[in-house]
């Protein structure tokens, strides 16, 4: 019901969006969408989130200030925007929907009951 989207590979400094579509209108029973990522051989981590309703953000401090969450709530879509990339940043990313709503911070990932296919994106150095 989720399936992210917009993988691709750039240059260090570049940029990508990366889509998250809600085919299955989980957003309607669901309160949060988080970004997840995990790079070969690492553990999954969280990039960020956005509570559904108000569009209040959040994000780990990794990519604060380069990576942009919003919503398209008529589009049931939900975007990453990525920028300032880094070869740190080769992942397969993830989006996922949880019943939490947060004010201070994104959810861990086991709260998270909606996981969608990744997308994989790579920066070349």
């Known amino acids: 019901q989720l399936q992210a989207s917009g993988g691709d590979l750039v240059q260090t400094g570049g940029s990508l969006r990366l889509s998250c579509l809600d085919s299955?209108?989980?957003?309607?029973?669901?309160?949060?969408i988080g970004w997840f990522r995990q790079a070969p051989g690492q553990e999954r981590e969280g990039v960020g989130c956005?509570?559904?309703?108000?569009?209040?953000?959040y994000y780990e401090d990794l990519v604060k200030g380069r990576f942009t969450i919003s919503r398209d709530a008529a589009k049931n879509t939900v975007f990453l925007e990525m920028n300032g990339l880094k070869p740190e940043d080769t992942a397969v990313y993830y989006c996922?929907?949880?019943?939490?709503?947060?004010?201070?911070?994104?959810?861990?990932?086991?709260?998270?009951?909606?996981w969608g296919q990744g997308t994989l994106v790579t920066v070349s150095s």
């Open positions: 299955g209108f989980a957003m309607n029973t669901r309160r949060g």
């Open positions: 956005i509570n559904v309703h108000d569009g209040t953000t």
């Open positions: 996922a929907a949880t019943t939490v709503y947060t004010t201070y911070g994104c959810p861990r990932d086991h709260v998270y009951d909606l």
